[in-house]
Structure formats: structure tokens, C-alpha cells
């Protein structure tokens, strides 16, 4: 079956501008997680969803950061006025639900802020 | 909070080589472990989970023990392949929420 979508796959973008990337989860997964992998950070969480609330928001960098996911599926992650350390492979993941143990990640969003 | 350490990389190994890796963590409770692999150009995927003290997860030759007293839960292959080539995360999650949290992880790189 089809797994973990993301899109764009590469984004290259000018500082201050806003970007969003979008995340499909495997069908019926009700848990969908953001995560972002840089260099110097290494593999952070960065939000999940149980449906489409969030109650875990705690790894966002910073109030220019946000996400929503509607209809319990599709994810959007937003950053505002982007800032040249928001560089990096941004990863999604989906899982059963929250007590379930493995996550399927999707093959990430690499961003790149000039 | 929670954390995982894992030793640093690159590790590279001569193929049919004995693999260790450790790893290392610090958390509330009991999490559940994670071995994570990222082979080149792909996206991460599980390679074995343990989920309660002394629970052995395996897959693929790959073997990782959960050991509560030590806190630990090194990864081990007996005899490595150059397909095995890729970076390892090490990762816990609690059961509520779910979220990971990795170890920096560690390249290995096996030559033939």
C-alpha cells in the first residue's frame, strides 16, 4: 500500500519568506508526527496529532512555526518569515495511533533557505 | 527530559566484521527503545523495537537487548554486509504520545 507522502521534496526559498509543506499519512493512521533532521540539531520532534488536535506542540522552535492537519489526514506544516537555521530535511510521520509503537516515515521535505 | 546517547561515528568495519553499536538513554518511567536505520538516499525505517526490560527485539541479524539496570540498548550484528552500510538511530518513545526522541546517530560505513 502507498506509505507516507511529502511534498515538495526540495524547497529552496529566500529568508523572510513563508513556506508550507505538506504531509499524507498512510490511510487510516490516526497519529501523524513532525520531526526536522539538521546538522547540527540532529533528529528533533518538533509536533504530533492525535486526529486533527494537537495536545504536544512542545518541540516547535519558535512562534514563526505552525501546523494543522484536517479531516484527521492531510498535515501542513508552516514557517514564517523564514530564517536561513529553518535549513534543513523536514520528516513526517504516521502511526495506527499514539499508543502504537512504529512510526512510518515519509521521505521528508528538504528545505533550504538562501 | 529524556535523552539518547549514542557513540559517536563513523564506524566503518571490513564486511563479515562484528558490529556494536551503543546507545544509551535517559527517561521517566518505562519507554519503549527503537533501532531506526536511514540507508542512503532513502527515509528512515524501523530495524527492531523492545518495548519491556529484558526484551530482545531482532531483525535482519540486527539484535538490541533492553537492560533496565544499565540503562542501555546496544545494537549488534555478528557479521556485517557492505548493504548494511547507513546511519543507525537509536530512539525511545513513552506509550503516551508517542513521540521519538534519537540519539545523534551513527554512520557505518562496511567495505568489502
Known amino acids: 500500500g502507498a506509505g507516507v507522502s511529502q511534498s515538495p521534496s526540495n524547497k529552496v526559498t529566500e529568508k523572510g519568506k513563508d513556506v508550507e509543506l505538506r504531509c499524507d499519512p498512510i490511510s487510516g493512521h490516526t497519529a501523524l508526527y513532525w520531526y526536522r533532521q539538521s546538522l547540527g540539531q540532529g533528529l528533533e520532534f518538533l509536533i504530533y496529532?492525535?486526529?486533527?488536535?494537537?495536545?504536544?506542540k512542545s518541540g516547535l522552535p519558535s512562534d514563526r512555526f505552525s501546523a494543522e492537519r484536517t479531516g484527521g489526514s492531510v498535515s501542513t506544516l508552516t514557517i514564517q518569515r523564514t530564517q536561513q537555521e529553518d535549513s534543513a530535511v523536514y520528516l513526517c510521520?504516521?502511526?495506527?495511533?499514539?499508543?502504537?509503537?512504529?512510526?512510518?516515515f515519509g521521505p521528508g521535505t528538504r528545505l533550504t533557505v538562501l | 527530559g529524556d535523552s539518547v546517547t549514542q557513540m559517536e561515528g563513523p564506524v566503518t568495519l571490513s564486511e563479515e566484521a562484528f558490529l556494536t553499536i551503543n546507545c544509551t538513554y535517559t527517561a521517566t518511567g518505562y519507554p519503549s527503545l527503537f533501532w531506526y536505520v536511514q540507508y542512503p538516499g532513502e527515509g528512515l525505517q524501523l530495524l527492531l523495537k523492545?518495548?519491556?526490560?529484558?526484551d530482545k527485539g531482532s531483525n535482519k541479524g540486527f539484535e538490541a537487548t533492553y537492560r533496565k539496570e544499565t540503562t542501555s540498548f546496544h545494537l549488534e550484528k555478528g557479521s556485517v554486509q557492505v548493504s548494511d552500510s547507513a546511519v543507525y538511530f537509536c530512539a525511545l518513545s513513552h506509550n503516551q504520545g508517542g513521540k521519538l526522541i534519537f540519539g545523534q546517530g551513527t554512520e557505518l560505513s562496511v567495505k568489502p
Open positions: 510521520a504516521s502511526s495506527r495511533d499514539t499508543s502504537y509503537n512504529e512510526q512510518f
Open positions: 523492545a518495548t519491556k526490560a529484558d
Open positions: 496529532f492525535q486526529g486533527n488536535s494537537a495536545p504536544d
